[in-house]
Structures are given as structure tokens and as C-alpha cells.
């Protein structure tokens, strides 16, 4: 019943238009979090950011230098990089490889899955929803009590807006809620088994392969969940973002998880104990990801190939879950789940193993400026 009539509640707040649902899922989280979480972050994230442009702006000089190129600091975070008399600008990952309109598509995930369904490619079993008519999530919900994804259909990247651990309609609820604040249709997808890997892709030849699994901290037997996500937050911001430039968020989906191995923020889990804290990998630590060096599915690589051919981007990061790499998804029950245009280019230096990281701005870098016309210098 309890569940019931806050479901209610939270309906109200979905209908109202996107202020209403903005303010209806902060209030949603500062109950669930607290408000010392909450403003912690305010407070934290601005400064993280800054830290983001410093280590982009590393990458970009090594890679730079590399290939024989300057660096020049301009306004607004924006890097102005020379090679002979070719000009490019970069701002943070993103670079001056896709056109706009291209990079647009590409937020739409539910276009992609279209797109990929069409070349019978594997993608996660899912339902398209308006925020206001839930009956075909909550349908979905039940055909799928092991939990499902609910995340914004399009406009949004970054894992912005994203809730992994949904098992229960009132969580449904909650979830749809955090991703209505960006857009009034979302994703509903099942949890597909085995492990996020992210490759990227530069005109269809393939850079790098990451294996990344879900943030965690390791319990010291006295302190709280929450004040050992505070301390992993303090340890991100003393590194000025070089182990990672993103904080670990408590949103719906740390809430999530952790109710689902029967935790919560406030428990002190036992000395040595790892503690998964969210079920999203957006937010992982280098002890999180690690390159994979193994070789790929033959199948696996021409799929993806596809994929990406299909979206028109030449630099492309794709997120799918699979079990096995060196196996076709049709094999080991995996799935595309994402294809990201300005794909976020510091986790594959942020790994468990930095000497064995792959530098991809290098080959990036090059590339742009085989791409780009000269221009007055």
C-alpha cells in the first residue's frame, strides 16, 4: 500500500512538464541521498569539471607532441592545435571529426537500437515510452523480474539520467522520474549479463578495446558507505582528475544496487569487504577498467563495424555487455547497448594499468589534421 501511494505521488510530478519533473526528481533524490550528499556535490562537481579540461588538455599535449604539433590555450576550455600550417580545435573529447547533425543522431539511443536491429545485430529486448503512459514499461517490468535499465531515449550522454538497478514498479516510478527531467520518452531496456567493454572506433578500424566494471568501495569494518564515497571523492578531487574527472554520484542507481544486496548509504560494510556502489560503469576508477588485450570475435568486430558504419560517425566509442569478447554475441547472450559520438577518450587511459593504456588521442589527432584543409594561421 505504502508503495502504492508513493507511486502516486511521484506520478504527479511526471505529468507536471519538465520544471515540474526536474524539481520532483531532485527532491526525489535529496530524500534518498540526504542533504549533506547533496550539497556536497553541488558544491564539488564544478570544481571536478575544471579538473576534466586539465587532464584533456594533458592528453592533447602528449598527443601533440607526438606528432610534432603546438598547443595554444584559448577561451572557454577550447585548445588550438598547429601542425605545419593546418589549424584544429579540440574542447575536452570532442574534436573536428563529425559533422553536428551526425553527433545529434547519435544521442538518440533509440535509434540506434533501430538501426541496429535492422542489421540483426544484437541489442537489449526494451520498450519505448512516454514518461506520461507507463503501462507498457510496467508491462515490460514483470516479464523481467530480474530488473531492467531505464534511461532518457535520446538527447543525453554520459550516463546522464541512466538507472541500472530497477527491479520493482515504485523504483520504475523513481527511475522514470530522474530521466524525465531530460526528455519526455524513455528506454526501458532488460539487464543484459556479463560485462560492459567500451571500443572505439576511428573510421571503421578499431583503437582500443576497455573493460570496465561497476564502481565499488572496500569497507574498513567502521566507516559508512556514504563516507567511503566521500573519500573516494576526495581522493578523485586530490588528484586534480587524473584517476578519474567525474565524482561518484549517490544517485537512484547507488541507491538501487545497494538496496539489492540489502545495504544502504548508512551501513559500515565489514574490513576488506567490496562493496558494488552502482551498477552503471560511467562513474568506475582505474582499479575499475582494464584494457583488454585479448583478441576479438572476428563476427563480434564485423558487427560492430557495421554498427558504426550504420550511424555515420567516424569516431565512435561502443558500450556493449558481453561475457566473452573473444565470442559472437549471439553466442554468449550480449548486446550493443550504446554508440557514442565525442566518446569520452580518458578511459582508456584511466586503467588499472596506465603503462599499458593505449594512447588513442595520438592516433585521433592524426587523423583530423589528415582530415582538415589548411588554414590561415
Known amino acids: 500500500m505504502l508503495d502504492r501511494l508513493l507511486g502516486v505521488a511521484i506520478a504527479a510530478p511526471v505529468r507536471a512538464g519538465r520544471p515540474g519533473r526536474e524539481l520532483g526528481a531532485r527532491l526525489d533524490l535529496v530524500t534518498s541521498t540526504g542533504v549533506r550528499q547533496s550539497w556536497r556535490r553541488i558544491h564539488q562537481e564544478p570544481l571536478l569539471r575544471s579538473y576534466r579540461a586539465l587532464v584533456y588538455e594533458e592528453l592533447w599535449r602528449d598527443a601533440a607532441g607526438t606528432i610534432g604539433a603546438t598547443v595554444h590555450t584559448r577561451p572557454s576550455e577550447l585548445l588550438e592545435i598547429r601542425l605545419g600550417e593546418r589549424t584544429t580545435w579540440v574542447y575536452r573529447q570532442e574534436v573536428a571529426l563529425d559533422h553536428g547533425v551526425t553527433l545529434r543522431a547519435s544521442l538518440e539511443k533509440s535509434l540506434a537500437h533501430e538501426l541496429l536491429s535492422d542489421l540483426h545485430i544484437p541489442v537489449p529486448e526494451h520498450v519505448l515510452c512516454d514518461v506520461r503512459r507507463l503501462r507498457p514499461a510496467l508491462a515490460f517490468l514483470r516479464e523481467h523480474p530480474d530488473g531492467v535499465v531505464v534511461k532518457p531515449a535520446g538527447g543525453t550522454g554520459g550516463g546522464i539520467g541512466t538507472t541500472a538497478s530497477v527491479r520493482t514498479e515504485l523504483q520504475l516510478r523513481r527511475a522514470v522520474l530522474l530521466a524525465a527531467r531530460k526528455t519526455q520518452r524513455v528506454l526501458v531496456e532488460a539487464r543484459v549479463p556479463g560485462d560492459?567493454?567500451?571500443?572505439?572506433?576511428?573510421?571503421?578500424?578499431?583503437?582500443?578495446?576497455?573493460?570496465?566494471?561497476?564502481?565499488?568501495?572496500?569497507?574498513?569494518?567502521?566507516?559508512?558507505?556514504?563516507?567511503?564515497?566521500?573519500?573516494?571523492?576526495?581522493?578523485?578531487?586530490?588528484?586534480?582528475?587524473?584517476?578519474?574527472?567525474?565524482?561518484?554520484?549517490?544517485?537512484?542507481?547507488?541507491?538501487?544496487?545497494?538496496?539489492?544486496?540489502?545495504?544502504?548509504?548508512?551501513?559500515?560494510?565489514?574490513?576488506?569487504?567490496?562493496?558494488?556502489?552502482?551498477?552503471?560503469?560511467?562513474?568506475?576508477?582505474?582499479?575499475?577498467?582494464?584494457?583488454?588485450?585479448?583478441?576479438?570475435?572476428?563476427?563480434?568486430?564485423?558487427?560492430?563495424?557495421?554498427?558504426?558504419?550504420?550511424?555515420?560517425?567516424?569516431?565512435?566509442?561502443?558500450?556493449?555487455?558481453?561475457?566473452?569478447?573473444?565470442?559472437?554475441?549471439?553466442?554468449?547472450?550480449?548486446?550493443?547497448?550504446?554508440?557514442?559520438?565525442?566518446?569520452?577518450?580518458?578511459?582508456?587511459?584511466?586503467?588499472?594499468?596506465?603503462?599499458?593504456?593505449?594512447?588513442?588521442?595520438?592516433?585521433?589527432?592524426?587523423?583530423?589534421?589528415?582530415?582538415?584543409?589548411?588554414?590561415?594561421?
Open 196 to 377: 560492459v567493454h567500451r571500443l572505439l572506433f576511428l573510421d571503421g578500424e578499431l583503437l582500443d578495446v576497455v573493460r570496465r566494471e561497476p564502481p565499488h568501495v572496500v569497507g574498513d569494518g567502521e566507516s559508512s558507505i556514504r563516507t567511503l564515497i566521500e573519500r573516494e571523492n576526495a581522493q578523485r578531487l586530490r588528484a586534480l582528475g587524473r584517476e578519474c574527472p567525474s565524482l561518484l554520484t549517490t544517485t537512484l542507481d547507488c541507491v538501487f544496487t545497494l538496496a539489492h544486496a540489502g545495504l544502504g548509504l548508512g551501513s559500515v560494510p565489514e574490513p576488506g569487504r567490496r562493496v558494488q556502489v552502482k551498477a552503471t560503469t560511467n562513474q568506475s576508477g582505474p582499479a575499475d577498467c582494464r584494457t583488454v588485450a585479448t583478441l576479438i570475435a572476428p563476427e563480434l568486430l564485423a558487427d560492430l563495424e557495421r554498427a558504426v558504419a550504420a550511424t555515420g560517425l567516424r569516431l565512435a566509442g561502443v558500450d556493449l555487455i558481453t561475457s566473452d569478447s573473444a565470442a559472437p554475441l549471439t553466442a554468449t547472450g550480449g548486446a550493443v547497448i550504446e554508440i557514442n559520438g565525442n566518446p569520452a577518450l580518458h578511459h582508456h587511459y584511466q586503467v588499472a594499468d596506465p603503462d599499458g593504456a593505449s594512447r588513442v588521442c595520438i592516433p585521433v589527432l592524426r587523423r583530423v589534421f589528415e582530415s582538415r584543409p589548411p588554414w590561415p594561421g
